[in-house]
């Protein structure tokens, strides 16, 4: 695994990658001191430890604005892509290491914000993410089919929101 790491304008980064760089299994920021905000969403796009893609802007703002001192970002899939479809064509989206950073961070954060949106379903990696989630759980509304709603499409007037285990995807076992 690679770790990168930079500082600009008081905020720390470091991202994880696989040698091959396909995958990023995760990000994290650190602007002040405090918990930090773990936002579990689809897969990676185009942000690095140098740059922000505009979902990644939109999660900062939004962290920032909730009082967190940083945030991790952590996907059901490894897979760098900037269109969920791309995840289909590829024979393991999720990553070799993916699993263990979305368990040790999941519970190691002040709070998890559930938000990968409806393409969650996607190998059932939605469902077994939710059941595997631990600490503050928390979600920006859900869709009409019960996944997360994806940050980048949530209003920032809208407050993170309980995600109890016994509520997670109702009636599928």
């Not at 989206?93 to 914000?113: C, H, I, T």
Request: charged share 25%; net charge neutral.
């Amino acid at each position: 695994m690679m770790i990168r790491t930079a500082e600009q304008g008081g905020v720390w980064s470091r991202a994880w990658y696989s040698p091959c760089e396909h995958y990023r299994y995760g990000l994290r920021r650190v602007w002040g001191e405090g918990d930090e905000v773990l936002f579990v969403m689809l897969n990676p796009s185009t942000a690095t430890e140098l740059a922000n893609d505009p979902t990644i802007e939109r999660c900062q703002r939004r962290a920032a604005a909730l009082g967190f001192g940083g945030m991790r970002i952590a996907n059901l899939f490894a897979w760098r892509a900037t269109r969920p479809e791309e995840l289909r064509r590829v024979a393991e989206p999720e990553g070799a290491e993916n699993a263990a950073f979305l368990a040790d961070w999941s519970v190691d954060s002040g709070m998890v914000l559930a938000a990968w949106g409806v393409h969650g379903a996607l190998r059932g990696q939605g469902i077994a993410a939710a059941r595997a989630l631990r600490g503050d759980v928390r979600h920006l509304g859900l869709t009409k089919a019960g996944h997360p709603r994806h940050p980048l499409y949530v209003s920032y007037c809208v407050d993170p929101q309980p995600w109890p285990e016994a509520e997670r995807y109702p009636g599928l076992g």
